[in-house]
């Protein structure tokens, strides 16, 4: 099928124009100190004709009912290890109401000028994100043929903020899907994988 770009979208985000709409699937998270644990998200890719995309992004934890009640009583608690957990693409009634790990907001823009180095298939873009945790980042990088690189120029947090000193992220369109991997330094910690996940695109309901 072919791509058609959606309604009064502004041209200076037409690079970016297969990131819009609504995508759900599952993933996992892990790191020093935190439990490889299964989860699912939820991210929407909007626009209102603004040359810029927003972002929104849910992640919540897949965990036994007993064990959800407990995190959600215990904000940044530990997640319990979800190895074994199979998640289906769109979260049912159960994951819907599982507890929250993360979520974060921004705004996707692809700049006017054009840094040397890339190739004349790429686009330079920029990420801007928060997060209720304490944080704002600054992400650039490139996007093109259905990949988007991103390195992090900036991480500010608040003084209870956790110590992140850099990050990268890595989206992709494959086969209609969204792939996408958060990599992180943090806590004294090399740069290493935090975060992945594998989304389908929720189609709007008639």
Do not use: C
Not at 23 to 47: C, K, L, M, N, R
Not at 151 to 166: F, H, P, Q, Y
Not at 189 to 206: C, F, G, H, I, T
């Amino acid at each position: 099928m072919a791509f058609v770009l959606p309604e009064g979208l502004a041209p200076e985000v037409y690079p970016l124009a297969w990131l819009v709409g609504r995508w759900s699937g599952p993933g996992v998270v892990g790191y020093p100190g935190i439990d490889e644990t299964a989860f699912v998200q939820e991210v929407v890719v909007d626009h209102d004709g603004g040359p810029y995309l927003s972002y929104t992004s849910t992640i919540r934890l897949v965990v036994a009912p007993d064990d959800a009640a407990a995190l959600v009583d215990e904000p940044g608690a530990a997640p319990v290890d979800g190895d074994d957990a199979e998640v289906d693409a769109a979260p049912g009634p159960a994951e819907e109401h599982a507890p929250v790990w993360s979520t974060e907001s921004g705004y996707w823009r692809v700049p006017p000028e054009r840094p040397d180095g890339l190739s004349d298939d790429q686009h330079p873009v920029e990420l801007l994100l928060a997060d209720p945790s304490g944080h704002v980042a600054i992400y650039v990088g490139a996007v093109g043929n259905g990949r988007i690189d991103l390195v992090s120029d900036l991480i500010a947090r608040t003084a209870t903020g956790a110590e992140v000193s850099a990050a990268t992220r890595l989206y992709g369109l494959v086969q209609g899907e969204l792939m996408w991997a958060h990599d992180m330094a943090a806590f004294g910690n090399p740069m290493q994988s935090y975060a992945s996940a594998r989304l389908a695109r929720v189609e709007d309901e008639a």
